[in-house]
């Protein structure tokens, strides 16, 4: 099974795409763990990766693609994976499928977490996260035990400066824009299945199970 999680900032992926490759055995996929993971092992597209991001910048998406590529071939693949912060764009949605047509596989499901402005905004704006080990918390939903430390770590929490609600709009409005030949992309190919990701987290989750399970 090979599934791509796509929804907009707050919706979830992060969470969705780990309790659902535990849930079903998949690899978990997540472009910035490779990126991040290439950076600390000091590989060569990581050195190149780091070069980018030492001056503020973007690593270009044919370097991400690379990292990608490399990922593939890892064995654990075989069992199937779920595709966690990528493609992000039309552009790398083509790319996608090149990689995984020379591999000779496709995706099977994509899953769009569709959630409401309201709901959003009310997680990102209410988002810790830990200054050490990244770790996300939320004011409400989930606090930590012991208010502003990190429950795994001890470390410090903080909110991120974008995360307002004038920022935080900004982005949904951003994100729509961006998405929306994206997911006519996969509509065309009659992969896509849009799903409300306004309910709890274990809702959602056994929504998306069902769904991967009739494929």
Sequence with gaps: MRIILLGPPGAGKGTQSKDLAQRLDLSH????????QNVKAGTELGKEAKGYMDKGLLVPDALVASMLKDRFEQPDIKKGFILDGYP???????????????KKIGIDLVVYLDTSDEV????????L?????????????????????CDACGAKLYQRTDDNEETVKKRIEVYKNE???LIKYYQDKGKLHKLSADGSAGLVLERIVELAKGK
Excluded: F, W
């Design 179 to 181: 998405v929306a030949s």
């Design 129 to 149: 996260v830990c200054s050490a080990c990244g770790a996300n918390y939320h004011k409400t939903n989930m606090p930590p035990k012991k208010e502003g430390i």
């Design 88 to 102: 992000r764009a039309l552009t790398q949605a083509k790319t996608l499928d090149e990689i995984l047509n020379d």
């Design 29 to 36: 996929i997540s472009t910035g763990d490779i990126l991040r």
């Design 120 to 127: 959003i905004i009310q997680r990102l704006t209410g988002r």
